[in-house]
């Protein structure tokens, strides 16, 4: 699957604990990148900045449903299921 042009639910609901420019701790989940747009398109795309995990990102329905609303509760439940106890 395509990723949906102006989705950007993988930049906002899973936590990324790598650094991002603008966000040197990473981000928790469901806190919006600094690097999204406004309309939520990354801006360090195909840049060498971009973390890895990003990069290997590759949107799938089975993460990503068939809207940005339903993506932003898959890729959420994944984050809170695969989350460490703390």
């Known amino acids: 699957m395509n990723c949906r042009a102006g989705c950007g639910a993988?930049?906002?609901a899973p936590s990324i604990s790598s650094p991002i420019p603008g966000m040197p701790r990473g981000?928790?989940?469901g806190e919006r990148c600094v690097q999204l747009s406004c309309d939520n398109?990354?801006?360090?795309?195909g840049r060498v900045e971009r973390p890895a995990v990003c990069s290997a990102f590759r949107a799938d329905p089975e993460v990503c449903g068939a809207s940005h609303e339903?993506?932003?509760r898959l890729l959420g439940w994944l984050e809170q299921s695969t989350a460490w106890a703390s």
């Open 41 to 45: 398109l990354c801006n360090l795309f």
């Open 10 to 12: 993988c930049c906002i």
């Open 70 to 72: 339903e993506a932003i």
């Open 27 to 29: 981000k928790p989940a």
